[in-house]
C-alpha cells in the first residue's frame, strides 16, 4: 500500500510521514518511511544514471533566471517518477507492504502550472506511467501556519528556513519573506484542493495547536479502517493522457 502526505511547503509532511509510519502494524515488516529520490537496491548502471538524473533535478544550484523553463523541469521531474515507479519493488501495486511517501509529484504539478501558463491536464499527463496512490492525506495548513512553525510569527525581514523557490522568488513573489511566502503557498494551497478535489483525496485541516502525533493518529486510524479498499479516486492515467493527446505545453 502506498499512502503519500501532501501539502505546502511547512505544513509538516515530513514529520507526519515519518509517524504514520511507526503508527501502522505491517504484517510483511515495518512501514516504510519512503524517500522520493532514492531508488533502491539497484546495477552499477542503473545507479549511474539515477545518480545523474537526480543530481540534474536536485542538486542544481537555484536561480531566479531559468532559461530552460518549467516545461523542461517537469519532464525531467516526470522521467524520474517513472523510472522509479519501476525500480522500487515496495511501489508495485501488488507489493504486500505499506510505504509513506512524504509528498508524491503532486507539489511539482502545483508549482509548474503556477510558474508558466502550461495546460494542466498536459502537465499532469506526463505522469501517466506512474502509480496512484492509494490514499493521498492533503493537510490543509494555512501559509500563515507554517511560517509560524518554521520561521516565527514575527519574522517578516528574513527567509525564516525557507528557500527561495519556497518564497516564491522564482515566480514573481518580491515582498518581504513572509508576505510573499504567504501569497505564493496560498497559489500552491488552492492547486492542491484543486487536485485534491478531482482525485478525492482525504483532506485534513488540523487546528493550529494540533499535535503531530494527534495528525498522525488520525491518519493511521483512517488506513486502518479503509485498509485494502484505500485506494484514491480520481481520473485515470489513461483519461488524462487521451483528454492530453494532441495539446502541448502550451
Same mark, same amino acid.
Given at each position: 500500500m502506498l499512502i503519500v502526505i501532501e501539502g505546502i511547503d511547512g505544513s509538516g509532511k515530513s514529520t507526519t510521514a515519518a509517524l504514520v509510519a511507526e503508527r501502522l502494524n505491517d504484517p510483511h515488516g515495518s512501514p516504510v518511511h519512503g524517500g522520493k529520490t532514492d531508488i533502491g537496491p539497484a546495477g552499477e548502471e542503473t545507479v549511474a544514471r539515477a545518480t545523474r538524473l537526480r543530481n540534474l533535478i536536485w542538486s542544481t544550484t537555484e536561480s531566479g533566471t531559468d532559461t530552460f523553463g518549467a516545461a523542461h523541469w517537469i519532464l525531467l521531474i516526470a522521467s524520474w517518477y517513472? =523510472?522509479?515507479?519501476?525500480?522500487?519493488?515496495?511501489?508495485?501495486?501488488?507489493?504486500? +507492504?505499506?510505504?509513506?511517501?512524504?509528498g508524491w509529484y503532486y507539489r511539482n504539478i502545483a508549482k509548474t502550472v503556477v510558474r508558466e501558463p502550461l495546460d494542466p491536464r498536459w502537465v499532469e499527463s506526463l505522469f501517466a506511467p506512474v502509480r496512484e496512490p492509494d490514499l493521498v492525506v492533503l493537510l490543509d495548513v494555512a501559509p500563515e501556519v507554517a511560517w509560524?512553525?518554521?520561521?516565527?510569527?514575527?519574522?517578516?525581514?528574513?527567509? +525564516?528556513?525557507?528557500?527561495?523557490? /519556497?518564497? +516564491?522568488?522564482?515566480?514573481?513573489?518580491?515582498?518581504?519573506?513572509?508576505?510573499?511566502?504567504?501569497?505564493?503557498?496560498?497559489?500552491?494551497r488552492g492547486q492542491l484542493l484543486r487536485m485534491a478535489g478531482e482525485r478525492g483525496?482525504?483532506?485534513?485541516?488540523?487546528?493550529?495547536?494540533?499535535?503531530? /502525533?494527534?495528525?498522525?493518529?488520525?491518519?493511521? /486510524?483512517?488506513?486502518?479502517?479503509? +485498509? =485494502?479498499?484505500?485506494r484514491t479516486p480520481g481520473p485515470s492515467p489513461r483519461a488524462l493522457r487521451d483528454e492530453a493527446a494532441g495539446a502541448g505545453p502550451g
Open positions: 517513472a =523510472g522509479l515507479a519501476r525500480l522500487r519493488p515496495d511501489l508495485a501495486p501488488d507489493h504486500p +507492504g505499506v510505504c509513506v511517501m512524504d509560524s512553525r518554521r520561521a516565527g510569527a514575527a519574522d517578516t525581514d528574513t527567509a +525564516g528556513g525557507f528557500k527561495d523557490t /519556497e518564497i +516564491g522568488r522564482w515566480d514573481g513573489f518580491t515582498g518581504p519573506p513572509r508576505a510573499s511566502f504567504c501569497a505564493y503557498q496560498g497559489v500552491i483525496w482525504l483532506v485534513l485541516t488540523p487546528d493550529a495547536d494540533a499535535t503531530p /502525533e494527534a495528525i498522525a493518529d488520525t491518519i493511521a /486510524e483512517r488506513v486502518r479502517t479503509l +485498509g =485494502g479498499r484505500a
